[in-house]
């Protein structure tokens, strides 16, 4: 399972004193600590895929960050969270293509987005960028 190898990952990060690394480990496993308990609140398991959005979600938000740093011109900080955002992707499974997503869309009898969503969500969640999908569900419409 991913968390486990978060865990020690962490435990390395400690062992080496790699403050950065440390810093973004953190906040991930506060993360993955929160939306386990909001599971275990509706009687269910934290899976992978859930963490696997965790970590897209803090891409997304160290993505923002960095960009604001850039405006503010602090080289220091960029640095810091490319190399976060670097660790993070890590841990993400290889996501599908965009060819892969047209090809699973054309597969699929009903291509609504309705359908073509929950496809995806139930099927690919955690594989894919559901903005990827909307995407390739437009151009093909």
């Known amino acids: ?3 486990e190898q978060i865990k020690k990952a962490n435990i390395q ?7 950065v690394a440390r810093a973004f480990y ?10 386990k308990i909001n599971k275990r609140e509706k009687g269910e398991e934290l899976t992978d895929a859930d ?3 965790i ?16 405006k503010a011109n ?6 810091k969270l490319t190399r976060q955002m670097e660790i ?4 993400l499974p290889k996501m599908m293509t965009k060819e892969e997503i047209k090809k699973e869309i054309l597969s699929l009898s009903d291509k609504s987005i309705g359908v073509v969503m929950k496809h995806f969500k139930q099927n690919f969640n955690g594989k894919v960028d559901m903005r990827l999908v ?6 093909l419409s």
């Open 134 to 139: 909307q995407e390739v569900l437009k151009e």
């Open 13 to 19: 990060a400690m062992k080496d004193k790699d403050t």
């Open 26 to 35: 953190s906040v991930l496993m506060n993360k993955i600590m929160l939306e």
């Open 74 to 79: 602090h080289i220091e900080e960029v640095e």
């Open 51 to 53: 963490i696997s959005n």
């Open 88 to 91: 993070a992707k890590t841990y």
């Open 55 to 70: 970590i897209q979600k803090m891409i997304k938000e160290l993505a923002d960050e960095k960009e604001n740093y850039q």
């Open 1 to 3: 399972m991913i968390e």
